[in-house]
């Protein structure tokens, strides 16, 4: 049914894990929505939602629960379902197959357009009627609209920049409190910290999600705006392409084995100080951070973090992912469920559940919000980057990630120019897409 892809390397991090309860009283009134439908008569209403393991939990969603069971005779229950984010999609894939799909899920953005393009989606229009969209930042809604129709709304997002080891760079003479800008800038700061195999000057995980930061920041689009057409093989890609192939083949100042299996290891691995400079890294970095026992201060005072690298002349650039919630069209519950999203995109609820999950708002209105903002690490660096920010195309992504990737592992190890590589990855892409 689906196209198979590569999935994008976020894990969810729980800032706030185990959160007290949030009571019936707890946001009440939330939603101020006038298109609550409500029913009358029967045996229940149960709603399953399913969510990605960490940080958000079943008592954040009981506002809505609360106000649902205000407007419906019936009573309405949820049933929250958590899936490691290796599995979701998979799960979700074979449950839609085989008639069990959910009512409610929170999918990676990059997932939706499969999704929405084998048809098992509901429609949401009526939904986005009643949902302020403009107070959305404009790269997240665009992902969620297809063919004129919505089919989802976004939750909380993410940004991808530039890491650094203070300790590294202070042993190698360099000031820590001024990062490298340009692409010069950085392989030149990696060549002076480059110790090994003590510790490399810098790396960076080798997929097509994290890649796009540097195409970005060169100039480049991924795809055409419909969807259909490769544009990463084009100059831009081959400059972002060829930094690659120069961090790790020409200036050699990252690891003889660029990484590219197993992000959530590199990312163990430069906390660990084996690299002084991460080019590439989400801002869900501190997550790992408190799995290896330490504490989110200590990580601010060893670690610092910046928009990526850009090319000279370049321009600041970032990529976002995040989660979108969107619901199934075979739900035995279609009014309920739209009524469950109305409230969910309100803006008091979504303030709530992004300062309990500690995880950054997609809403315009939230971006000064101190209690949005009070557990989020390096959150003035965050907003700024967050502002300049786009996001991959999510239609065809699946397809355009299982060549990409590929190719530019190929550039990464030397086996191919980054010209070569691009070109063949975009004509494997447009003979997939046909």
Known sequence: MFAAGHSAERPTASRRSLLAAVGSSGLAGISGCSRILGTSGGTGITLEYVEVAGARTKAMFQPIVDELNAAYD???????????????????????????????????????????????????????DDTDLDDFLDPFVETTRFDGHQYAFPTTTDVRGMYWNKAAFEDAGLDPESPPETWPELLDAAETLHDPPGRYGATQFVNGGR?????????????????????????????????????????????????????????????????????????WLDYFWRNLGNENSEMVERFGFAPTPRPAGGETATMSGGHVWTAFEDTDHPGVVRDFLRIATEREFMQHLAAEAGEIPTRESLQD?????????????VRDILSETRLRPVRNWPVVADSLGPALQQVAFDEQAPETALNAAAEEVRSKLG
């Open 369 to 381: 919000e101190d209690e949005v903002w009070a557990e989020i690490l390096y959150a003035d660096t």
């Open 211 to 283: 890649w796009t930061v540097n195409l970005f920041s060169a100039g480049g689009s991924v795809m055409s705006d419909d969807g259909t057409e490769p544009r990463f093989q084009e100059l831009p890609g081959a400059s972002a392409a060829a930094f690659l192939d120069d961090l790790y083949n020409g200036r050699r100042v990252g690891p003889p084995d660029p990484a590219y299996r197993n992000s959530a290891q590199t990312a163990r691995e430069f906390l660990q100080g084996q690299y002084a400079i991460t080019v590439v890294e989400g801002s």
């Open 74 to 128: 019936d009573e309405v229950d949820l049933q929250f379902t958590q899936i490691p984010y290796e599995n979701m999609r998979s799960q979700l894939q074979r449950r839609v197959g085989g008639g069990n799909a959910p009512d409610i899920a929170a999918l990676d953005q990059i997932w939706l357009g499969a999704f929405v393009d084998a048809g098992v989606l509901l429609e949401l229009d009526a939904v986005a």
